[in-house]
């Protein structure tokens, strides 16, 4: 299995090899949960539309957590990669395995009990409760799935490989495009027959990787990094401590963020169905969008973890340059991609009735024209919050996520009165401001720390 050493050569060309990978896996993913859009879009109508987007946020509440998460984990593994210590990194595995399957069933259980109440919360229209609560169940019923897929693929990106993941979202994509279609327009399961899709696709993804990792051999080349002994199968308290102190604070990053968008999610469902549709289709593109920025985020984790591990301090610097130059050439790309497609893009989701199709319309598109305008800050954000968690830091990249929450939440709850509905769509661009103000101090404080060290 192909391993990528990020601690010697050019920069800018680690980073982009290493990138484009995830973000063409990144968009397969997408692309499918965009396919799962129109099909619902198409097939169901825009009320249908809107039961996907009104609990939008509460799926990124836990798929995000289980991600970030993982992530912590895996820095762990990329410093030991790093360190080309591979006793650590099969006692790093080994913690990953131990505190994912125990946190798997936590939150499995956590999540179907807060289920309703949170949707109730959320001020989801009546008319579209029961279609949204049961997409939720079947997707939080697969918690363990997410858990397996993820893990695995962090493991993977940990020592460098970011083409297995390509593959398994690949395959798993083109899979959850067909089922979706077989599921929605072939046996018309409605909403429930796309989150089954969506689940089957990812087992496929989980065992995709699983299949690769088994027989990987890294540093030896002898063993797979899965081919635990008693030694390193036994969990190792120190190592669980690690990455607890990275796993936790970067999942509970990803909750703050997914509150606010929670409190934001619930004045947009008090906008009524068509705002929620728009909404949705909007969010679509932008989700679509971000993958480069998310990708690239992945990439300057794994090569800030690699570099910290080989006390390579002063390539972590010039890394970061190049990633930002490359991440702001990027987003002026996705700029002009929302401005001049956006509403063809958003004519894929919206049908049936005219004039709420073409209300919903125009607000999708003045969301995508506020995005646009702002777009590198979120590029700048992602590269240098993953570089500070790969420096073995998470808990100023969530204080970054707590001014997200405050900007967010904010705008959404006194823009309006002042500017309309509209007016939520700004909370989106405050956020990004505040927290790469907060970031870009915490990574030249973090890296002074380091140096003294």
């Given at each position: ?9 050019p ?19 997408q692309?499918?949960t965009?396919?799962?859009?129109m099909?619902?879009g ?6 249908a539309?809107?039961a996907?987007?009104?609990p ?5 509440l836990m ?11 895996s ?9 080309n ?15 994912s399957?125990g946190?798997?069933?936590a ?11 949170v ?5 989801t229209p009546?008319?579209?409760?029961g279609?949204?609560?049961g997409?939720?169940r079947i997707?939080?019923?697969?918690l363990?799935?997410?858990?397996a ?5 962090a ?16 395959i ?6 067909v ?21 089957l696709?990812?087992?496929l993804?989980?065992?995709f ?8 051999g ?5 063993q797979?990094?899965?081919s ?12 669980l ?8 604070p970067?999942?509970?990053?990803n909750m703050i963020?997914?509150?606010?968008g929670?409190?934001?999610?619930s ?5 009524g169905?068509?705002?929620i ?7 679509k ?7 480069a920025a998310?990708?690239?985020?992945y ?13 390579r ?15 702001t050439?990027?987003a002026?790309?996705?700029?002009a ?5 956006g ?9 049936g ?6 209300t ?5 598109y003045?969301?995508l024209?506020?995005?646009a ?7 700048i ?5 993953s570089?500070?968690?790969g ?11 707590i001014a997200?929450l405050?900007?967010?939440t ?6 309006p009165p ?17 927290a790469d ?8 404080y973090?890296?002074e720390?380091l140096?003294?060290?």
């Amino acid at each position: 299995m192909q391993t990528r050493d990020m601690t010697s050569g050019p920069p800018a060309r680690l980073i982009l090899q290493f990138a484009l990978p995830l973000m063409l896996g990144n968009v397969f993913q997408q692309f499918y949960t965009f396919v799962d859009t129109m099909v619902v879009g198409q097939a169901l109508g825009v009320g249908a539309l809107a039961a996907l987007g009104a609990p939008e946020w509460l799926t990124f509440l836990m798929f995000g957590l289980v991600q970030g998460v993982v992530q912590g984990f895996s820095v762990v593994i990329a410093q030991r990669f790093g360190a080309n210590d591979e006793e650590g990194m099969k006692k790093a595995v080994s913690g990953a395995m131990f505190l994912s399957l125990g946190m798997a069933a936590a939150f499995t259980v956590l999540g179907q009990l807060m289920l309703r109440p949170v949707l109730v919360l959320l001020h989801t229209p009546e008319e579209i409760m029961g279609l949204s609560l049961g997409y939720l169940r079947i997707l939080y019923g697969s918690l363990p799935v997410a858990f397996a897929y993820n893990l695995l693929a962090a493991i993977l990106r940990a020592v460098g490989n970011s083409k297995t993941p390509l593959q398994a979202m690949t395959i798993s994509s083109f899979c959850n495009i067909v089922l979706d279609i077989l599921f929605v327009f072939g046996f018309h399961l409605g909403i429930p027959g796309a989150a089954f899709a969506t689940v089957l696709s990812q087992v496929l993804a989980a065992l995709f990787c699983f299949i690769k990792l088994q027989g990987s051999g890294l540093l030896s080349g002898e063993q797979s990094l899965l081919s635990l002994n008693q030694e390193t199968c036994r969990p190792d308290r120190t190592m669980l401590k690690e990455q607890l102190k990275l796993g936790l604070p970067m999942g509970l990053q990803n909750m703050i963020t997914a509150l606010g968008g929670l409190i934001v999610q619930s004045v947009i469902n008090g906008f009524g169905v068509v705002f929620i549709a728009g909404y949705t289709a909007a969010n679509k593109l932008y989700g679509l969008l971000e993958i480069a920025a998310s990708s690239y985020g992945y990439a300057m984790s794994t090569y800030a973890g690699q570099n910290l591990g080989a006390a390579r301090f002063d390539r972590i610097g010039r890394g970061l340059k190049a990633a930002g130059l490359i991440g702001t050439a990027t987003a002026l790309i996705m700029s002009a991609v929302m401005i001049l497609f956006g509403r063809p893009v958003l004519g894929c989701f919206l049908t049936g009735d005219g004039a709420a199709a073409a209300t919903a319309m125009e607000i999708g598109y003045h969301f995508l024209q506020v995005l646009a305008l702002f777009f590198p800050l979120l590029y700048i954000l992602y590269i240098i919050r993953s570089c500070i968690q790969g420096l073995g830091n998470s808990v100023l990249p969530m204080v970054s996520s707590i001014a997200q929450l405050v900007m967010r939440t904010g705008c959404a709850l006194l823009l309006p009165p002042l500017i309309g509905q509209s007016g939520v769509f700004y909370g989106e661009v405050c956020a990004w401001i505040g927290a790469d103000l907060i970031l870009a101090c915490s990574y030249f404080y973090w890296m002074e720390r380091l140096r003294r060290l």
